[in-house]
C-alpha cells in the first residue's frame, strides 16, 4: 500500500512541469529580494529583476511571464520604499531617533542630500521617479523628503510612478540579456553585468571629477 502512494506521489512530482515550479518559486523571492533590498542595501534589486525577466522571456508565454515579473517588481519596491519612508517618519517624531532614521542618514552623503532638497524644491513629488532611476539617487531624496516632512499619501503618490519605471527599466536589461542569448544563465550573467556596470558608472565618473580636479590644483 505504501509502495503504491509513494509511486503515485513520485509520478505526480514527475508531471509537475519545470515552468510552474520556477514560477511557485520565482515570483515570491522575487518580491520577497526587492522589498528586503528597498530596506536595507544588501540585495542588488535591479540584478534580481533583470535575472528574473531573462528567465521570463525564456518560459512558454514570455509575454505573460513579464508582465508579472513588472507587476510583482514595481509592486514590491513601492511597499518596499513606504515601508521605509513610514520607519524613518516614525523615527523623526521619536525623541531618539531610530536605527531606520540613522541607516537613511547614514547612506546620505551631505552633498547628495543638498542636490535632492534643492530638486525637491524645484521639482516637487516628481524627482522621486528621477531618484529610483539613478544609482544611489533614491535614498536621499527619500531623506529630503522626510526633513521636508512630506505627508505619506504624497510621497506615495509620487513613489509609485516612480516604483514602475524602476521596474520597467531593469525588466527590459533583463529583456535585452535574454533575447540575445540563447541560454537563460547566459542572459542572466550578461544582464547582471550591465546592472552592475550600470550601478558602478556614477562612483566612477565622480572618482574620474575628482582625481582631475586634484590634478588641476596641484599643477596649477
Not at 23 to 45: D, E, I, K, M
Not at 122 to 147: D, F, N
Not at 150 to 174: E, H, K, N, Q, V
Request: charged letters at 15%; proline letters at 6%.
Amino acid at each position: 500500500m505504501t509502495g503504491h502512494v509513494l509511486d503515485g506521489i513520485g509520478d505526480l512530482a514527475r508531471s509537475v512541469p519545470a515552468e510552474s515550479t520556477q514560477q511557485a518559486v520565482g515570483y515570491p523571492s522575487l518580491f520577497l529580494l526587492v522589498v528586503l533590498g528597498s530596506l536595507v542595501p544588501v540585495v542588488p534589486t535591479g540584478a534580481v529583476v533583470s535575472s528574473a525577466a531573462v528567465v521570463a522571456v525564456h518560459q512558454s508565454v514570455p509575454p505573460l511571464s513579464l508582465l508579472v515579473v513588472f507587476a510583482v517588481a514595481s509592486f514590491a519596491a513601492f511597499l518596499g520604499d513606504i515601508a521605509l519612508y513610514w520607519l524613518g517618519r516614525r523615527g523623526l517624531r521619536s525623541k531618539n531617533g531610530s536605527r531606520w532614521l540613522a541607516q537613511i542618514q547614514g547612506r546620505a552623503a551631505p552633498e547628495r542630500l543638498a542636490q535632492a532638497r534643492t530638486r525637491l524644491d524645484e521639482h516637487g513629488v516628481a524627482v522621486l521617479v528621477l531618484s529610483r532611476l539613478l544609482p544611489a539617487g533614491r535614498i536621499p531624496v527619500m531623506l529630503a523628503c522626510l526633513l521636508s516632512h512630506m505627508p505619506m499619501r504624497r510621497f506615495a503618490r509620487g513613489d509609485a510612478p516612480a516604483a514602475l519605471a524602476w521596474a520597467a527599466t531593469y525588466a527590459l536589461i533583463g529583456i535585452l540579456g535574454g533575447t540575445l542569448f540563447a541560454r537563460p544563465w547566459e542572459g542572466v550573467a550578461a544582464a547582471i553585468a550591465l546592472t552592475i556596470l550600470v550601478g558602478a558608472a556614477p562612483a566612477l565618473r565622480r572618482r574620474t571629477r575628482a582625481r582631475r580636479e586634484a590634478h588641476s590644483e596641484a599643477t596649477g
